[in-house]
């Protein structure tokens, strides 16, 4: 699984990423189908312009997150807390 992208002022990481894998997001939860193992992404709002996003993986596959540097500077401070395990072919 690879997903690619590029941060601006407008980016939300959870409705591209549900954009990009036809994937639902619901109460600011996003569950990655199962073909690619028990997962979610979950976006916390603590403030208007703070928002954490938290990456909880068991996967069957590598998963490739690739941000591209963006063509306008910004002030966008991006903290992710993961965890995550792959499951191979065990």
Do not use: W
Request: proline content about 3%; some cysteine; aromatic content about 14%.
């Amino acid at each position: 699984m690879y997903f690619e992208f590029t941060v601006n002022d407008s980016f939300d990481f959870l409705t591209s990423f549900a954009g990009k894998f036809a994937v639902k997001i619901e109460n600011n939860e996003l569950k990655i189908p199962e073909v690619f193992g028990r997962s979610s992404i979950k976006r916390i709002h603590l403030e208007p312009n703070f928002k954490l996003i938290i990456h909880q993986y068991k996967l069957n596959q590598d998963f490739i997150l690739k941000r591209l540097g963006s063509e306008t500077p910004n002030d966008m401070l991006t903290i992710i807390f993961n965890n995550n395990d792959t499951c191979g072919n065990q």
